[in-house]
Each structure stands twice: as structure tokens, then as C-alpha cells.
């Protein structure tokens, strides 16, 4: 890689020089800031890349208060150019972060700590001054599993006994970032503050990034994201030894402050535990902001589908983390003459416009995907994606300068090995351990994508005309549903269950509640949350898009009834027709489901027992409806909208007489 080796000039500009301005800001921090008696007034700073001076106001003191808290030996301000793009990678391969693909361009794998390979669902909190609005009022003794509240005061002691002084002997990062295409008013910015360079590089594939995001705030406010792997070290890192992925597993944190627009990550330097546009912004703090404005911030895929007749709809779909976003978002259609665009495959961004039509933009700039189970059957499109500019995080490396994992479905030459995630070097499958962690991860540019939608950084967003519930249901959810009506629809979302993913650190395969796939990515109280998509109800200027809810995972004795990824054209192809008003679905007692023979089955080589895949048994929705009552007793109680209730009232009378 042409990289310039040589190190830019280190301009030496301390606190000290700007005393009259930091002495004011830091007088005015004083009494606000949740570090006060830890600051330390007179350390100094090297500054190794950018110009404190030049930031806006705001986000200087920002910079400047966490320094003194975190008290690193540097500071780099990224501007997102090239030139630091490459500085970036060189240090980290030279520190032996990453190690360079040569098989692909500008392609790096980063393999991490064991012990730090996935969100930590149970050491995500949000603090609130009301524990109510995080979470639903429900029985004393009941664990509350809709998302984990923290008192302010608590969050004190646990931010105070872990930031004073952590990136001690490190360089801290300041990224400036938008969520959505800079400057549109859809879009918002924030400025995460990180100790960790891979961190950097990951943001700048996964968000749009550096000077011009500056530029646009201005002196305007934004998401105050501080983020540190929490594993101080002495010294610079020493070149040339052995890398050990810096994290602190048994100090993780990840802390949401709505009400000062903060969050505040320690302890994790893997995926939404740091990267925290992500979930930590653009879902937990996202949706709290979609609220309080009137819009919708989901964990939803949004597509483009293009009939044969050469007509397109978007489509938005939820499904939990590891059930099939990025796969649905980018799929190859099986169908003939149906073409699929790709707007993002994660997080949905959702406001309805003055004609009442509900658009949604993508705030991400790059690709967060699962790896295993990528190949060029299942998903072509990103493993088109991923040739390039991709940095590749616990998959194999195979001995000619590739990557490997599970279900890549790829021969490999006799002359060329494997090493594991793990290091072992000569991975062979016989070991029954996989070659990549299943959690493994490509991080990719979103408009590598070969089928980027062309309106995918449209400003104002894409019309939205259905929206799509699905997760892992290996029994008695059929293949696909249309719900009823916007309340039905709202419900069919607030019963969402899925087996257990990789994604987080849940153990086994056992069917969880996910209501609209945000259980652990929801920022408010899942009442209220339900409360404002009932809203929408009301307004009848409001084109309410159709809902539907899909299952491509029952299963039979021999394994997934439907074949899945390509093949679920078919079933969008049905959603399509739907939407258009087509007279091919009939009443059953879970929702309108497809009519005999209207689901087009035509080419498709395996034959498919359509029969069990939309048999509805009988014990099984009894079951199903049972435990959702007693789900949302227990989890929502008092804050379960009336609207909610009366639609699981009128799921179980149907049971009951249509099964
Ligand atoms: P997050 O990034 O965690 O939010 O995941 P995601 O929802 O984007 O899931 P993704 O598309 O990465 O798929 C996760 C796993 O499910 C992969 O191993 C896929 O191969 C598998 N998968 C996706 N679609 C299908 C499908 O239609 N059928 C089957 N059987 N498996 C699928
Ligand atoms: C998910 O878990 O839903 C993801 C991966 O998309 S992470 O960014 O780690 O949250
Ligand atoms: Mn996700």
C-alpha cells in the first residue's frame, strides 16, 4: 500500500496556551460536568493531527473537558481524508491491529480478544431522571427485559470509576459524523471521542465523516458519543511486539444519557458497543428523538423492487440482529424480470412528508454484515461488495491472503490453508470448531455495493410502501401474512420472536420476544414506544403503509421448509401485488394470508411443501397466544396500549373459532 511513512508534524499546543478560553469553558463545566472532581487543570496534550482552535465552540469543550478526564497523550481531530485514511491503516497494521488481505484491495482482517466479540445486551443501560420513561411500569420481582435502566446517580459512580484517566498512554480520536447524507434535514450529527483507532477507520466506512460534518454543525448541537476499550496502558504501543486487541470485558459499560444527548461506552472495542452511530445513536437515542419529533427510528433494511412491468416500490423490513436484513436488502432475485436495490440493511430513519407519505433514509454510509453464511448463493451482491476497501473482523485468513468462514461455500486449493479466528494456523473443520467466530463481521463502503439504490443518499428519503416484520420461527409461523389493518399491524411488531443469533451474548437457540426487532435497541419505555405508532392512526392525512410478517426459518424434518435468500422474491413478488390492491389473499386467523396458488412458485427447482409452510396449528397459537399475554403482563403491564391488548383479544377469539 503507498502509504507516506512519514509521521505528520506534531504541532505542540497545549492547554496552557489557550488558558483564558479553557478556564472559562471549564468554570462553566464545573458545576455540570459528571467528571468535576477528577479534573485536573494543568495537564498538557500533544496535539497530533488537526487544530483544536478550528473546532466550533461546542465541540471544542467537549473535547477539551473529556481529555482532562480521560487524560490522553494525544489528540488527533480527524478530518476524513484520504491522507488520514492512510495514516490510519498504517499505524494500525504497523501496531498489528490489522493485517492486510492481499488477495482483495485494501482488504484487513482484525481479530479481537476472545471476550470481546459481540454487543453486550446485559451491560447496556439508559439513565433517565424518571426510571418510567425507560422502561414500563411492571410487579416487583419480575426481571424487566425492555431495555436496562440506571438512576442517575448510579450512572455516576459507574462513568467516575471507570473514564478518570483510561486513555492514559493513548491517542484519543475526535470524529466528527453525520447519521444520514450531511446536510440533509432528515440527518443528525454527532462527535464520538474514541481511544481506539480501529475504531476510526470502522467509522469512516460506516458513517459520512470528518471536516465537512464540522462544517454543517457550525455551532449547532449534537450526539456527545465518548467512547474508550478501557484498558489504559503505559507508555506508546510498543512496535514490532505481539498485539493484544485492547478491551476490558469485565468493565463493559454501555451507558445512553437522552436527556444530555450523551452515551458514554467503556470496556468494548467491537461492533455497536463502539461504533456508536449505530445502534447507541441511530436506535437508542434515534428512536427518543423520533419521538419527541414526530418520526420513526428503526432496526429495519430498506429496499427497492422493481416489478417486471417495470415498476418500483422501497420497502422497509425489521428482523433481528442475525435474521436476514443485509440478505434481503441485497438479494438477487430468483424471479424473473424482478430487480432489488439496496437503500441500507440495518437502520431506518422514517418521517412522513407534508402528502402524508412516509420516507425513510438510511443514516449509515457503510455495511455492518455478518459474515458467515455470506457466499456467492446466498448473498452475491456483498460478497461483490466486500472485494475492496473492507475491513474483515474474526473470520479465517486462508494462506494466500483471503478470508474464510462458515458457509462461504468456496473450494478451497489443496496448497492453501487456514488459520482460525482464534489463531489456530492449519484450521481444519474436522476440529468441529469454526474458522470464524459466528459473530464475525465485514465493514464495508455502502456505495461499493454493485446494486446501491440510485436514491440511496436522497436527502428527503425514499417513499415507503409496506413494512415488513419477520424473524427465526422454526414452528407454526407461516411464510408470510398480511395484517388486517395499521393496529393489527402495529401488533403483529410489538409480538415479534426470534430464536436466540450470535449478534449479542445470549446462549443456545431458544425463541425470544424481539418486539419490531429493537428489543435491545429500544432508547424509551416499549409502551410509549407502542403508543406513537399507534398514533399515526389518528391522522388521517397519514398513507399508512400495508404490513406483513414472514418467517423464511420454519422448519421440517429435514430442515428449513423454504429455501430462502433469492428465492424470497416470491414472496416479495406476493407483498408487491398486495400493495398494488391485487385480489390474492384471503382471512385466516393470524392475518390475510396468500390465496391457493398465488404465492408463484413457477422454476423453482426444489420442490416445497407450501402446505406445512402456512399450516396453522392450532395448539401452537393457543400456546403462542397465551404466552404473549402473559409476555406483555408481565414485561409492558400497565403501559400495554388498550389497542395492543384488544387486537391479542380478537387473535385469540379467532384461534379459538377459525383453528
Ligand atoms: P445484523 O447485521 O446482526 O442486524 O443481521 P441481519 O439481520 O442483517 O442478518 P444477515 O442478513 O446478515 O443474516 C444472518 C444470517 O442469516 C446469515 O448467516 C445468513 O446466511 C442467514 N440468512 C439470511 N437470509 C436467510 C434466508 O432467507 N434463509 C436462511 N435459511 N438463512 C438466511
Ligand atoms: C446487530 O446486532 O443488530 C448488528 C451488529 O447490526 S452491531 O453493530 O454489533 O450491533
Ligand atoms: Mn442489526
Not at 165 to 184: A, E, L
Not at 415 to 435: M, Q, Y
Not at 474 to 483: F, R, T
Request: glycine share 8%; charged share 25%.
Amino acid at each position: 500500500m503507498g502509504v507516506d511513512t512519514k509521521m505528520p508534524q506534531r504541532q505542540r499546543v497545549s492547554f496552557k496556551k489557550d488558558e483564558m478560553f479553557a478556564s472559562h469553558f471549564l468554570k462553566e463545566a464545573a458545576s455540570s460536568s459528571k467528571f468535576a472532581s477528577k479534573i485536573e487543570p494543568k495537564r498538557r496534550y500533544d496535539i497530533l493531527y488537526g487544530n483544536l482552535n478550528r473546532l466550533p465552540k461546542k465541540v471544542r469543550f467537549f473535547v477539551e473537558e473529556n481529555a482532562k478526564v480521560c487524560q490522553p497523550d494525544a489528540i488527533h481531530i480527524c478530518d476524513g481524508s484520504d491522507k488520514e485514511k492512510e495514516l490510519l491503516y498504517y499505524m494500525l497494521q504497523r501496531d498489528g491491529a490489522i493485517k492486510p488481505l492481499r488477495k482483495y484491495e485494501n482488504c484487513w482482517l482484525a481479530t479481537t480478544d476472545p471476550a470481546d466479540v459481540a454487543r453486550v445486551e446485559s451491560r447496556t443501560f439508559i439513565s433517565t431522571e424518571e426510571k418510567h420513561d425507560t422502561v414500563p411500569r411492571i410487579k416487583d420481582g419480575v426481571k424487566g427485559t425492555l431495555a436496562n435502566w440506571m438512576s442517575p446517580e448510579d450512572m455516576e459512580t459507574a462513568l467516575d470509576s471507570r473514564f478518570p484517566g483510561c486513555m492514559r498512554g493513548r491517542t484519543m480520536y475526535v470524529i466528527p459524523f453525520s447519521m444520514g447524507p450531511v446536510g440533509s434535514p432528515l440527518s443528525k450529527i454527532g462527535i464520538e471521542i474514541t481511544d481506539s483507532a480501529y475504531v476510526v477507520a470502522s467509522m469512516k466506512i460506516m458513517t459520512r465523516m470528518g471536516q465537512n460534518v464540522l462544517d454543517t454543525l457550525k455551532d449547532g448541537d449534537f450526539i456527545k458519543c465518548l467512547h474508550s476499550v478501557g484498558q489504559p496502558v503505559t507508555g506508546t504501543a510498543p512496535t514490532g511486539s505481539k498485539y493484544a486487541w485492547p478491551c476490558n470485558p469485565k468493565d463493559v459499560l454501555v451507558a445512553h444519557l437522552p436527556e444530555r444527548n450523551e452515551i458514554c461506552s467503556y470496556g468494548s472495542g467491537y461492533g455497536g458497543n463502539s461504533l456508536l452511530g449505530k445502534k447507541c445513536f441511530a436506535l437508542r437515542i434515534g428512536s427518543i428523538l423520533a419521538r419527541r419529533e414526530g418520526w420513526l427510528a428503526e432496526h429495519m433494511l430498506i429496499m427497492g423492487v422493481e416489478n417486471p412491468q417495470g415498476e418500483k416500490k422501497y420497502f422497509a423490513a425489521a428482523f433481528p440482529s442475525a435474521c436476514g436484513k443485509t440478505n434481503l436488502a441485497m438479494m438477487e432475485p430468483s424471479l424473473p424480470g424482478y430487480k432489488v436495490t439496496c437503500v441500507g440493511d440495518d437502520i431506518a430513519w422514517m418521517r412522513f412528508d407534508k402528502n402524508g407519505q412516509l420516507r425513510a433514509i438510511n443514516p449509515e454510509a457503510g455495511f455492518f454484515g455478518v459474515a458467515p453464511g455470506t457466499s456467492m448463493k446466498t448473498n452475491p451482491n456483498a460478497m461483490r461488495t466486500i472485494q475492496k476497501n473492507t475491513v474483515f473482523t474474526n473470520v479465517g485468513a486462508t494462506s494466500d491472503g483471503g478470508v474464510y468462514w462458515e458457509g462461504m461455500d468456496e473450494e478451497m486449493p489443496d496448497n492453501v490453508s487456514t488459520t482460525s479466528w482464534l489463531g489456530v494456523e492449519d484450521w481444519r473443520k474436522e476440529t468441529g470448531k469454526p474458522a470464524a467466530h459466528p459473530n464475525s463481521r465485514f465493514c464495508t463502503p455502502a456505495d461499493q455495493c454493485p446494486i446501491i439504490d440510485d436514491q440511496w443518499e436522497s436527502p428527503e428519503g425514499v417513499p415507503i410502501e409496506g413494512i415488513i416484520f419477520g424473524g427465526r420461527r422454526p414452528e407454526g409461523v407461516p411464510l408470510v401474512y398480511e395484517s388486517f389493518d395499521w393496529n393489527h399491524g402495529v401488533f403483529l411488531g410489538a409480538a415479534l420472536k426470534s430464536e436466540a443469533t450470535a449478534a449479542a451474548e445470549h446462549k443456545g437457540k431458544v425463541v425470544m420476544h424481539d418486539p419490531f426487532a429493537m428489543r435491545p435497541f429500544f432508547g424509551y419505555n416499549f409502551g410509549h414506544y407502542l403508543d406513537h405508532w399507534l398514533s399515526f392512526q389518528d391522522n388521517d392525512k397519514l398513507k399508512l403503509p400495508k404490513v406483513f410478517h414472514v418467517n423464511w426459518f420454519r422448519k421440517g424434518p429435514s430442515g428449513f421448509l423454504w429455501p430462502g435468500f433469492g428465492e424470497n422474491s416470491r414472496v416479495l413478488d406476493w407483498i408487491f401485488r398486495r400493495v398494488n390492491g391485487e385480489d390474492c389473499a384471503m382471512k385466516s386467523a393470524v392475518g390475510l394470508v396468500p390465496t391457493p396458488d398465488s404465492i408463484d412458485l413457477s422454476g423453482l427447482k426444489d420442490k416445497v411443501d407450501m402446505e406445512e409452510l402456512f399450516r396453522l396449528p392450532k395448539d401452537f397459537w393457543k400456546m403462542e397466544v397465551e404466552e404473549l399475554n402473559k409476555y406483555f403482563e408481565e414485561q409492558v403491564g400497565e403501559d400495554l396500549p388498550a389497542k395492543i391488548r384488544q387486537e391479542l383479544k380478537k387473535l385469540e377469539q379467532r384461534v379459538e373459532s377459525d383453528l
